[in-house]
Nanobody, 123 residues
Framework: QVLLVDSGGGLVQAGGSLRLSCAASRGTLSNYAMGWFRQAPGKEREFVAAINWSGDSTYYADSVKGRFTISRDNAKNTVYLQMNSLKPEDTAVYYC????????????????WGQGTQVTVSS
């Protein structure tokens, strides 16, 4: 079992950057494929990015490809989401996800979740 703590959200102007972090306060992240999802008001939670167990494979939603980068540091038990060229439509609560599967873009029923961190992009 793993307990995830998301951080790094905030208010930024369009075109700006933020880096989100997801740390494990309990458990070992290297045992999981990791991902980020987001949920905007009135919308369903959607996939953003994922990285495999070793960190040598990543994939992204089309809406963030080329702007966001997911990475992990297993020695620090932390996963990151670097977000550049932010747009107002990126405004959402961002959730870290730990899973025993990789490559689907969909969460599983046994996944673990962070508490979420708010990202607000002003125009």
């Amino acid at each position: 079992q793993v307990l995830l703590v998301d951080s790094g959200g905030g208010l930024v102007q369009a075109g700006g950057s933020l880096r989100l972090s997801c740390a494990a306060s309990r458990g070992t992240l290297s045992n999981y494929a990791m991902g980020w999802f987001r949920q905007a008001p009135g919308k369903e939670r959607e996939f953003v990015a994922a990285i495999n167990w070793s960190g040598d494979s990543t994939y992204y939603a089309d809406s963030v490809k080329g702007r966001f980068t997911i990475s992990r540091d297993n020695a620090k038990n932390t996963v990151y989401l670097q977000m550049n060229s932010l747009k107002p439509e990126d405004t959402a609560v961002y959730y870290c996800n730990a899973a025993n599967h990789y490559g689907t873009g969909y969460p599983g029923v046994d996944d673990y979740w962070g508490q979420g961190t708010q990202v607000t992009v002003s125009s």
